[in-house]
């Protein structure tokens, strides 16, 4: 197949996938966009932080910050703690994102928890080019990200007329049936393993720590829990 | 804060998000072999990661005054059940949320 040929074909592929997400986007980015211009923050300005930061917890965190005095250290010191987890996404994303030419630094500085998430559980037929498809499901879901922030500081106003109260759910509905498809097609009941762990985990660091350190926590726990198992278990994965 | 203030804040943030992202990438380069540790990680940690992620999108969630994650719950529950009776993603999200919706405003 040629490039153009082979990027096409991953991106009819892609786009389905990529649907869900854009719809739930949707309404986190209009959420997004009318919490900044509420804060007195003109329509342009979620939207240029959506394209420059692309990771939406820490697009709120900086609308908070921004308003606050100047502080770069506590800006440094906030970002890695809310962002750390990426740099688990990366681990796991280290043999999947190679190969790639060019389409491997859009795709990785994109790496959102959307894109990881699909891009790290979707199991891919033969025809369809890996490297396109992880580099068409970041790019959608940034371009998706960004549209919906622009209309959510346009528009966002016109929502107040709408009891819009519950629409959260689209974004834990959407980890919840990509975690539930991962567990259905993996391999190996190892892998199903650490799926269920990862979450068990999660849940008894969230209610022993609270939620604003439970997620470093959990994943530094997985670190020492894979360690042992590969060291002193043998556990291995094919 | 001045206007110069606020673009230095944005740009630490930015760099700083950009560095989480390609830590990894730039520790363990492809080309050079990572260790065997790194590549078990690299096939293990993808599924307890995303385990983590449903679990981080209801750190929110009041679970011990009312409504006591009743509506959580409920949503989850028919989520999971349309998703394996279906398997379509946009189906089972949409429908949980509709339900979700309405069990917060009218509860």
Known sequence: ?238 | MTNIEMVITVAIVVISTLFTRFLSFLVFPTGKQAPPFVLFLGKALPASVMGMLVVYTFKDTTILSYPYGIPTAVACVITIGLHIWKRNMLLSIAIGTIVYMVMVQNV
């Open chain 1, 1 to 238: 197949m040629s490039t153009v040929n082979k990027g096409r074909h991953a991106f009819s592929y892609a786009l389905p996938i990529a649907l869900p997400i854009g719809v739930s986007f949707f309404f986190i980015g209009l959420g997004f966009g009318l919490y900044a211009t509420s804060q007195g923050f003109p329509w342009w300005v979620p939207m240029v932080l959506a394209m420059t930061i692309f990771a939406g917890s820490m697009e709120f965190v900086t609308i908070g910050m921004l308003m606050a005095g100047f502080d770069p250290v506590t800006a440094f010191m906030l970002t890695l703690f809310v962002n750390g987890r990426h740099i688990f996404y990366g681990l796991s994303m280290l043999q999947k994102y190679t190969n790639m030419g060019w389409k491997w630094f859009p795709t990785v500085a994109w790496m959102c928890d959307e894109s990881f998430a699909i891009n790290a559980t979707t199991k891919l037929p033969d025809d369809v080019d890996a490297g396109w498809f992880y580099f068409h499901i970041s790019w959608l879901n940034y371009a998706a990200w960004a549209v919906s922030t622009l209309v959510g500081g346009l528009f966002g106003n016109l929502l107040a007329n709408y009891d819009l109260r519950g629409v959260e759910f689209v974004l834990p509905g959407l980890f919840i049936v990509i975690f539930l498809e991962m567990l259905l097609n993996s391999k190996s009941n190892t892998i199903r393993f650490f799926g269920i762990s990862g979450a068990v985990m999660a849940i008894v660091m969230l209610l022993l720590f609270g939620s604003s350190t439970f997620m470093l926590l959990s994943m530094t726990c997985m670190l020492v829990a894979c360690y042992i198992a590969y060291t002193w278990g043998g556990v291995r994965l094919d």
